[in-house]
């Protein structure tokens, strides 16, 4: 079977995309097994993960399915979801400012000039239990030490959970996702598995970050990350509610408005489209 794809990122976090309003015959697949085969850097397509576009809703324009490389489905992508949001725009499925449906709820969007999306990113959760952690209040600069490292953490969930830390020294923050973020993402209190940023306030409007993505892990970039990072800071007074966060791929504008939502605008980029024989193996080879 020949299984029509795109690849689009947003500031180098990538996913192959499956177009399931123009092909409904796809909505068959095994898309975990899909996510895990294909999102292979050196023996397949390569990608952070799968992401479906699907038919919305009364309320929604369209619907949006996430698989990270690991098989596993997750609720939410910011990066995503505005690739999503700029490729239904320009295939004539939504208009510029639409509704998206994901796992995470309703997330509202519009689609602006040079490549650009804007997205509502909705409340952020404070409380452990939103966030599918353990234990009772909220985990606000809580003193966590691993592997020699001392750091406060954050948690924070944008429709999915993240645990933001804030180094306590000058350490490389690409270094510390790469070395405990695998941990931390196992962490005991964190059941269902949880994203890991490691951040630092470099000026009162911008933020240097690093993530190990649940499921995928190191990415270039997070959206959801990218918002929690910034509410994370505004709430411990590191910063204000407004900030530029810088990603290995990029830098994303977050703004935490007082009505409690969460704004994200970055840019949403094409890469290539193509097929791929699936399921694949040596039956699928074309010679």
């Not at 996913?15 to 409904?24: E, Q, R, S, T």
């Not at 959760?125 to 030490?145: N, P």
Request: net charge negative; glycine share 12%; charged share 20%.
């Amino acid at each position: 079977m020949e299984v029509p794809f795109l690849k689009m990122h947003g500031l180098g976090n990538d996913y192959i995309y499956l177009d399931l309003v123009a092909h409904p015959e796809l909505q068959d697949l095994d898309f975990a097994l899909f996510s895990r085969m294909l999102s292979d850097r050196h023996r397949a397509i390569g990608g952070d993960g799968v992401i479906l576009i699907a038919r919305g809703d009364d309320e929604a324009q369209l619907g949006m399915r996430i698989f990270n490389a690991d098989g596993s489905e997750g609720e939410m992508c910011g990066n995503g979801v505005r690739c999503l949001m700029r490729y239904a725009h320009s295939r004539g499925y939504a208009p510029a400012q639409m509704a998206v449906r994901t796992r995470a709820g309703l997330i509202l969007g519009e689609v602006l000039p040079q490549g650009q999306v804007r997205v509502d990113m909705g409340m952020p959760r404070l409380d452990r239990a939103e966030i599918g952690f353990l234990g009772q209040g909220v985990m606000r600069d809580m003193a966590i030490e691993t592997r020699g490292e001392q750091l406060l953490a954050s948690g924070v969930s944008m429709g999915n959970p993240h645990l933001v830390c804030f180094p306590s020294s000058q350490r490389d923050l690409k270094a510390l996702a790469l070395g405990i973020g695998p941990e931390l993402e196992q962490a005991d209190f964190a059941p269902q598995r949880t994203n890991v940023e490691f951040a630092r306030v470099v000026a009162p409007d911008r933020i240097a970050m690093e993530v190990w993505e649940r499921g995928s892990g190191r990415t270039m970039a997070c959206g959801t990350g990218a918002c929690a990072t910034l509410v994370a800071a505004a709430w411990t007074g590191r910063c204000g509610r407004s900030a530029d966060v810088e990603l290995a791929g990029g830098i994303l504008h977050v703004e935490w408005s007082e009505d409690d939502h969460v704004f994200m605008t970055g840019p949403a980029s094409f890469s290539f489209q193509g097929t791929v024989l699936w399921p694949s193996g040596k039956d699928a080879e074309p010679w």
